[in-house]
């Protein structure tokens, strides 16, 4: 017994243990939970491995010649060519790896505990998502920053190259190298910043992916229209990492306030403003939380046992281990009742228009865009998740969705223009200023009866 407590307190033991922990727990996530872009992700992967890189929309009727600029569109790629191998599950593997080594790459000590909170804190952003890219080229960013081996920053610009053709997050990336060059003093050679913004000009639109970011970033009403982009409304699964964090932050650092103003304080005000950017913050600020840890462990290593703040930690630690536990329960819950990744989406529907195809075009939820690119690759949609921004002669399609759910004079009118015959909507839509569903019953759209569908309804109208 004894050798094997020495045998896994080695660290290249626990270091594997802790690998092969998270991969699967990010498989999980990731083999159970279907994003609602992963759909279309796949399909234009599979269409440029024929077709090359479109330019303009592929997927809509409504946005018909849109130029489209994929800034994920290599990430696409290996979706499709992963999915082609070896279908959904050996994709999920792959994202697992990349959500693994972010984390590792992240972690400067051996206190794999802050590891485990960082990976509670992310699984709510987790599965298979190109924000992983994100994660995982803002670890390796820092990482090259800090090196004291300074030849390896002449890696940033090849970094750059592949960062700007997989996520058009890169930009990010770009503000942490100019916020480097202010605040920090090694700073780096003019050459290999200029390097780097140039590699990120090589990709198939140039100077488009800064013009697509640019029309994201300065939309106003994503926070209002898509939930990852809402402020302040971090899922609970993050406030173990974040309260445990700021709690030792303010009890360890001498300027508390005046440090907030660094690269992990900047994400976190972006995690704040838009809950999408919490996986960044949690990379960002993994090795300050590592360091005091380190602190926390020595200053109990140090008090004499009969100490009371020692049980207070020892029950604060319990505490922040229990809301962990009960936070990774509410994941397990939700697969546990129903492992279907495909659980929440419109598969009876998307099943039966297989069968008996619309006579018409299609009205989709917005949420249901990918997944009914992914099943039904013949019938264009009305809108998926490439388009709260996307806007056309001052027109937003994302308003016009809009409008359609709540206007019935609209409605009538965008049907009649685009030939809508079908309906595939959320049966929880339906609230006080949207009653899209009992409207269109009322009008003499007909409700298809599908068997154990209990998400969505899909309406036909017959004349």
């Not at 409504?62 to 060519?81: I, K, M, Q």
């Not at 639109?205 to 939309?219: C, H, N, P």
Request: charged share 15%; glycine share 6%; hydrophobic share 45%.
């Amino acid at each position: 017994m004894n050798k094997l407590y020495k045998f896994l307190n080695k660290n290249i033991v626990r270091f594997i243990v802790l690998s092969i922990f998270l991969i699967a727990g990010y498989f999980y996530v990731g083999n159970t939970r279907l994003d609602p872009d992963f759909g279309w992700h796949l399909r234009a992967g599979q269409h440029m491995l024929v077709y090359g890189v479109p330019k303009i929309d592929i997927f809509t009727y409504t946005a018909e010649y849109f130029p489209w600029v994929n800034h994920s569109w290599l990430s696409d790629l290996l979706v499709a060519g992963l999915y082609m191998i070896g279908g959904y599950s050996i994709v999920a593997v792959f994202f697992a790896l990349v959500w693994t080594s972010a984390l590792l790459i992240a972690s400067r000590s051996k206190y794999y505990i802050v590891t485990i909170l960082a990976f509670i804190a992310t699984v709510p952003f987790a599965g298979i998502r190109m924000v992983a890219w994100s994660v995982l080229f803002l670890a390796i960013l820092e990482r090259l920053l800090e090196n004291s081996k300074r030849h390896y920053i002449w890696l940033l610009p090849l970094l750059f190259l592949g960062w700007a053709n997989l996520h058009g997050s890169f930009t990010l990336g770009l503000l942490v190298l100019v916020l480097h060059q202010i605040f920090s003093k090694s700073k780096l050679p003019w050459q290999v910043v200029l390097l780097s913004f140039i590699a990120t000009l090589v990709n198939p639109f140039g100077y488009g992916v800064y013009v697509e970011v640019a029309r994201t970033a300065l939309d106003t009403q994503l926070k209002s229209h898509i939930t990852e982009w809402q402020a302040i409304n971090l899922p609970t699964m993050v406030l173990p990492y974040l309260i445990g964090l700021i709690s030792l932050h303010f009890i360890f650092n001498k300027h508390p306030i005046k440090t907030i103003a660094s690269i992990p304080g900047l994400l976190l005000l972006l995690a704040l403003s838009s809950i999408r950017h919490a996986p960044l913050f949690v990379v960002s600020s993994q090795r300050y939380f590592e360091d005091y840890t380190s602190r926390l462990t020595t200053a109990i290593k140090s008090m004499p046992k009969n100490n009371m703040s020692k049980k207070h930690i020892t029950i604060l630690v319990i505490i922040c281990l229990f809301m962990a536990g009960l936070t990774v329960w509410q994941l397990l819950a939700g697969t546990i009742v129903d492992g279907r990744r495909d659980r929440s989406y419109p598969v009876a529907a998307v099943e039966y228009l297989a069968n008996s195809p619309c006579q018409g075009r299609i009205f989709n939820d917005y949420n249901y865009g990918g997944y009914i690119i992914w099943k039904l690759p013949d019938s264009k949609v009305y809108i998926d998740g490439r388009m709260p921004s996307w806007s056309e002669n001052n027109v937003n399609y994302f308003d016009n969705y809009d409008r359609v759910l709540k206007d019935k004079e609209f409605r009538t009118r965008e049907f009649e223009r685009y030939s809508i015959k079908c309906v595939i909507i959320r049966n929880d839509l339906d609230k006080k200023d949207i009653n899209i569903i009992k409207d269109l019953q009322e009008a003499g759209w007909e409700a298809v009866d599908l068997p154990y569908d209990k998400y969505s309804t899909l309406l036909i109208r017959k004349s």
